[in-house]
């Protein structure tokens, strides 16, 4: 019973082998505390000593919080010697009394001729003083012995320096030239530092938080805005058709959150905290900006791609959409370091390499996030945790083909290697780069069909000739209607092309700088064809 209300199963089986002082029992006596030790566990985490310490609030399993201090230089915190008074040894008492009134300062640095440190004065001595009445300049009453930091330093170190001498404030010296200053230290200094860098921390957190967050759940958490003009503004909610696989988590209206029901009303101004995919995050913008009813039935769920897109995706190579900037985890970077990568570049995974620029393995936000859950006292580096049982693809291996390797795993990206040499990486591709690996596919099928139609049309028109002429900037035609234009009597105008967008020539179609005619003509007609839309007016 003690074994386990103590958590404690050796000092059980001591105290009862002292009482009894028989060795047979020895063997039942650590069954049966660790039978009670683990069933205890399994009911109760706590012991009968912690159980009052967490009533209380004092969790003694908490990780301690990493010293903020030991991570700041004094480099980043100091203040820069250019935006610091300073004053000469034959300064006169009068004119460092007026500097210390006017700067507000306690303390002034004291430099010679050639910009060097001699000492620090502080409005203790002024006082000190001009009480005594015996000195008249700044040499007389300044301290030269002054202990200095250097850039390097961390706030840690710097702050012991302040207990030692109980100072406000320490010169920032060149490690090469003490004599040359850079900057001061201050206690608000370091105040300032320690709060930046706790909200830099706090910030970094809360991201790595949503990126877990996205992990698990397999969506995006996005803000979007509701803009004056839009067709959501003034509508309530439920009068508004959104896709069914978006969740509004909240509404930021001016400094405060208002939790979205069907009958809260929309304003210009409100910011919606939504949970979606990135496809449904598209379809929402477009019902909140045109008040148009999401399409769900366009949108297939999540699964193995369908075959009609890996037919379209085998038309792409990796090589041509692939990541060639790739951001790179070092197999001995510590946690912490990959956790503020993370966050910076917004990633879920990232690639890890050795020291000599070979892959190794992927970390992933899942995979820091069961480090950390579980790390012990001593931070555990990148190349203990990642995942190196991987996936790969190359730059000759189709988009589809890629795709299929994605999906038998669900993974969200894949190294790119080279074939000869698998340690070796080259980029990355991941499920972004295959949304526009398809949107390419799909404009490179577009123009073949396009390019085939002109064959067709070609053949069909026998001795004619077809040709595909650009509209120059100032041409005859430029801003012209297709009936304004004195075309030649042997030709005709086919299709129209402007931008991606294919238009049926008509009468009263105007005609743009940029834009593509197919034509049909005779030998004789070709030429004036072509002076029409390249020649100027």
Request: aromatic share 2%; with cysteine; net charge neutral.
């Amino acid at each position: 019973m003690f074994a386990g209300a103590a958590r404690a199963p050796i000092t059980a089986i001591i105290i009862l082998f002292e009482m009894t002082q028989d060795y047979r029992i020895i063997l039942p006596l650590m069954f049966a505390t660790v039978i009670s030790t683990v069933l205890s566990q399994w009911f109760e985490p706590e012991s009968i000593y912690t159980f009052k310490l967490k009533r209380r609030g004092i969790d003694v399993r908490a990780r301690k919080d990493a010293n903020l201090m030991r991570e700041i230089s004094v480099k980043e915190a100091m203040t820069p010697i250019s935006d610091f008074p300073t004053v000469s040894p034959t300064t006169s008492l009068s004119e460092l009394a007026r500097l210390f009134q006017e700067t507000g300062h306690h303390g002034i640095l004291v430099l010679t001729a050639k910009r060097e440190l001699h000492g620090v004065v502080t409005l203790t001595d002024l006082e000190r003083a001009l009480t005594l009445g015996e000195a008249t300049t700044v040499a007389d009453i300044c301290t030269t012995e002054v202990l200095t930091a250097f850039p390097d330093e961390t706030l840690d170190d710097a702050l012991r320096h302040f207990g030692a001498l109980d100072v406000g404030r320490i010169p920032v010296v060149d490690q090469q030239n003490p004599r040359r200053v850079l900057g001061v230290l201050r206690r608000g200094d370091i105040v300032q530092a320690y709060s930046h860098a706790r909200v830099d921390k706090s910030k970094a957190e809360h991201h790595i938080e949503r990126l877990r967050m996205e992990s698990r759940i397999g969506a995006t958490l996005v803000q979007v805005d509701v803009r004056p003009g839009d067709a959501a503004a003034g509508k309530r909610l439920r009068e508004l058709g959104l896709p069914s696989n978006c969740v509004i988590a909240s509404i930021h209206r001016g400094g405060r959150v208002v939790v979205p029901r069907g009958d809260v009303q929309l304003l210009a101004g409100d910011r919606l905290t939504v949970l979606a995919d990135a496809d449904t995050v598209d379809r929402l913008s477009e019902v909140l900006r045109t008040g148009a009813t999401a399409q769900e039935g366009s949108s297939e769920k999540r699964g193995d791609p369908s075959e009609d897109t890996i037919e379209v995706l085998e038309q792409l190579m990796v090589k041509e959409v692939m990541d060639t900037n790739t951001v790179a985890l070092q197999e001995s970077d510590a946690l912490a370091t990959a956790a503020d990568i993370f966050a910076r570049t917004r990633h879920h995974g990232l690639v890890v390499v050795n020291d000599a620029g070979e892959l190794i393995g992927i970390l992933t936000i899942q995979d820091l996030e069961r480090a950390q859950a579980g790390a012990a006292e001593t931070p555990r580096s990148v190349g203990a945790v990642c995942t190196r049982d991987l996936l790969v693809t190359t730059p000759e291996e189709s988009i589809g083909a890629a795709l299929r390797r994605m999906s038998t795993r669900n993974v969200g990206r894949l190294p790119v290697v080279d074939p000869q040499n698998p340690r070796r990486l080259l980029g990355v591709l991941r499920r972004t780069d295959l949304v526009r690996a398809y949107d390419m596919a799909l404009t490179r099928r577009a123009v073949l069909h396009h390019r085939a139609q002109q064959a067709r049309l070609a053949a069909s028109a026998g001795d004619l000739n077809v040709e595909q002429i650009t509209i120059q900037p100032g041409a005859i035609c430029d801003g012209q209607c297709l009936k304004e234009v004195a075309w030649p009597r042997d030709a005709v105008i086919a299709s129209v092309r402007r931008g991606g967008q294919m238009l049926i020539p008509h009468g009263d179609t105007r005609l743009q700088a940029g834009d593509v005619i197919v034509a049909v003509a005779e030998a004789t007609a070709r030429q004036a064809v072509r002076d029409l839309c390249t020649q100027p007016k």
